[in-house]
């Protein structure tokens, strides 16, 4: 035997003696059965695993997830003696349900973003942090595409950006912050990937102000994709003239306004939440210091 399997044999051997004292001395048990203590269930689970992957010994957490699902599939329809008819109808129901759903987002999503007039614009320091953000998402949407087409239209070479036009009072360069800051490293996006952060931003911004549109966005079960929809709806607005983005898909067929919008509210939704719990907490928020103060101080002068 080798230096590490004699170690292995001489841990399980202790084991098993330490775990049959502790049953019997301490648990009471009239015997143990050792031949119990060892790992074959765990080994034919994985070999389920395995022969699910092709036969394949070596698999990966991808494969593991997936054939775990199968494996609950059919002990579900082993031990819970669902029909083939029952399945079918409740895979119905379930399709009604999303289309449903889908509607209800679309006619939500209409309505958000005919309410939308874009009151608010980015100051010089929200353009700058918009650029440097912008920059993120695409590199993090090129990282999972990982497509050449992408990283053309997403990321500038040149570093090259106009002024932002939205006022006339608003001339500055949104490049600042991030050539102070970078160090070669920073991806720098082209001026489709900051324009469209840009109307994203003053989306999100009107919606979180507007205590109607709030609580409409609040109260759809899926505010990522509602925000994605009504991002679709608004990327072509007079506002900005006759479709400023352009063409959305890259020549491999990615859509470049999902990518960025859903990585966009992934930024702002965090912050947004933290917002929303600190306002619901702010009605007795003051209180709650109070007593937290009161309680350290009676704390702290008993023991004295």
């Known amino acids: 035997m080798s230096k590490e399997t004699f170690l292995a044999l001489r841990h ?19 015997y143990v059965l050792l031949g119990q203590l060892q790992s074959d269930a765990l080994e034919s689970r994985f070999g389920w695993f395995r022969q699910l992957s092709g036969a394949n010994y070596y698999i990966s ?8 699902k199968k494996i609950r599939t059919l ?51 929200d353009a700058n942090i918009i650029y440097y953000v912008s920059g993120a998402i695409a590199r993090s949407a090129i990282q999972s595409t990982k ?16 002024p932002l ?41 009107e919606v979180r102000a507007s205590v109607e549109l709030r609580q409409q966005f609040l109260q759809a079960t899926n505010q990522r994709q509602l925000f ?32 960025v919008s859903w990585r966009f509210f992934n930024c702002v ?10 306002r619901a907490c702010s009605s007795d928020g003051q209180r709650g210091k109070q007593r937290q103060k009161i309680a350290k101080l009676q704390s702290a002068t008993g023991h004295y």
């Open 147 to 162: 497509c050449d087409s992408c990283k053309d239209l997403l990321i500038s070479n040149d570093g090259f950006l106009e």
């Open 61 to 68: 957490m991808r494969q593991v997830m997936e054939s775990d």
């Open 12 to 30: 399980t051997c202790l084991a098993l003696a330490d775990c049959a004292v502790f049953l019997l001395d301490r648990r009471g048990f009239q």
């Open 269 to 278: 939704s965090k912050n947004f939440a933290k917002e929303l719990t600190t």
């Open 165 to 205: 036009e939205l006022d006339d009072s608003l001339q500055y360069s949104a490049t600042t912050f991030l050539d102070a800051i970078n160090r070669g490293g920073l991806s720098r996006p082209t001026e489709y990937t900051f324009m469209l952060c840009v109307n994203c931003w003053r989306v999100f911004e």
């Open 228 to 259: 994605i929809h009504v991002i679709d709806r608004l990327t072509t607005s007079h506002l900005y003239g006759p479709d400023v983005f352009g063409d959305n898909f890259c020549i491999k067929g990615h859509d470049l306004k999902q990518l």
């Open 75 to 125: 002990s579900l329809l082993k031990f819970s003696h669902f029909t083939l008819a029952e399945l079918e109808q409740t895979t119905i129901d379930s399709d009604d349900q999303s289309q449903n759903n889908t509607t209800d987002v679309d006619k939500l999503a209409d309505s958000i973003a005919d309410a939308i007039g874009y009151l608010h614009s980015p100051s010089s320091n």
